[in-house]
């Protein structure tokens, strides 16, 4: 079993920045890579970014290119989300995910995640 646990989220206003972390505990060994997603009340989770814990390779959706990054602490088995220049858009609940299938193209796909976070919201205020 993997355990995840999110903080870092909070109120901030349009053009800010937060820093999200995703620390994994458990069955650490198992985890090849891990996504954040996003999620507004009445919509499916939405992807956000993913990275391969071995490679350090990443992916992006669209939204999130050129304002977000993601990136891992090996020894502190903590993957981080730095989101810069926030918009209102980007308010939502955001989780941290573990892919059931490793890296690879499916991470860009919400319904291919086993162990989830239990989510920290994300306000940005106009």
């Known amino acids: 079993q993997v355990q995840l646990v999110e903080s870092g989220g909070g109120l901030v206003q349009a053009g800010d920045s937060l820093r999200l972390s995703c620390a994994a505990s458990g069955r650490t060994s198992s985890i090849s890579a891990t996504g954040w997603l996003r999620q507004v009340p009445g919509k499916e989770r939405e992807f956000v970014a993913a990275i391969s814990w071995s490679s350090g390779n990443t992916a992006y959706a669209d939204s999130a290119k050129g304002r977000f990054a993601v990136s891992r602490d090996k020894a502190k088995n903590t993957v981080y989300l730095q989101m810069n220049s926030l918009k209102p858009e980007d308010t939502a609940v955001y989780y941290c995910?573990?892919?059931?299938?490793?890296?690879?193209?499916?991470?860009?796909?919400?319904?291919?995640?086993?162990?989830w976070g239990q989510g920290t919201q994300v306000t940005v205020s106009s």
């Open positions: 995910a573990v892919p059931n299938k490793g890296w690879g193209p499916w991470v860009q796909s919400g319904h291919n995640y086993d162990y």
